[in-house]
């Protein structure tokens, strides 16, 4: 994943305005504030409110969290 250091850096979650991080995966953008996270597909933010995922359910589909 090459998400440019600088674009992480400006972005913010687009329902709160909080800060976001990018997953140890990257493979997503997490905003602690409103527990969730935003996918990261072909290299690109999906920051529409409306396909966050809620933190659980994106930990839950972890390969590492199936045991």
Do not use: F, H
């Not at 997490?30 to 409306?50: N, S, T």
């Amino acid at each position: 994943m090459a998400l440019n250091p600088e674009l992480l850096q400006i972005l913010v979650c687009p329902r709160c305005k909080a800060d976001i991080e990018l997953t140890p995966e990257e493979d997503g953008l997490i905003c602690r504030a409103c527990g969730v996270a935003y996918p990261i597909v072909d290299d690109i933010p999906v920051m529409l409110v409306e396909e966050a995922i809620p933190l659980n359910e994106w930990e839950e589909k972890r390969p590492s969290a199936k045991k």
